[in-house]
């Protein structure tokens, strides 16, 4: 019932920054939380940031202080700034979309590469 879209992936050299959104349907008082993940291929998907209805975000260590989370009510999206991005970030990175409820929407994802 929710269309999921993420957006922004590309290359970028270590150092560098990219800005990834998550464009959302319906009404932003439907949703609980927002949380981006990435997968690099043959590992397990894991988490990276999180934003929820107060405005409180969470990170993981790998990303902390490096990636921001924020979100435009307006616009329905939900943006993750990467900034000083490393090798170790490249990965296919996918928006997670948490409904009241419990319901939960992904993304088809977006693909990101740290070039050396």
């Known amino acids: 019932q929710v269309d999921v879209e993420e957006s922004g992936g590309g290359l970028e050299r270590t150092g560098g920054s990219l800005r990834l959104s998550c464009a959302a349907s319906?009404?932003?008082?439907?949703?609980?939380?927002v949380a981006w993940h990435r997968q690099s291929p043959g590992s397990q998907r894991d988490f990276v940031a999180s934003i929820v209805r107060n405005g409180n975000t969470t990170y993981a260590a790998s990303v902390k202080g490096r990636f921001t989370i924020s979100r435009d009510n307006t616009k329905n999206t939900v943006y993750l700034q990467m900034n000083d991005l490393k090798p170790e970030d490249t990965a296919r990175y996918y928006c997670?979309?948490?409904?009241?409820?419990?319901?939960?929407?992904w993304g088809q994802g977006t693909p990101v590469t740290v070039s050396t």
């Open positions: 319906g009404s932003p008082a439907n949703i609980a939380a």
């Open positions: 997670k979309v948490v409904r009241l409820g419990g319901k939960i929407y």
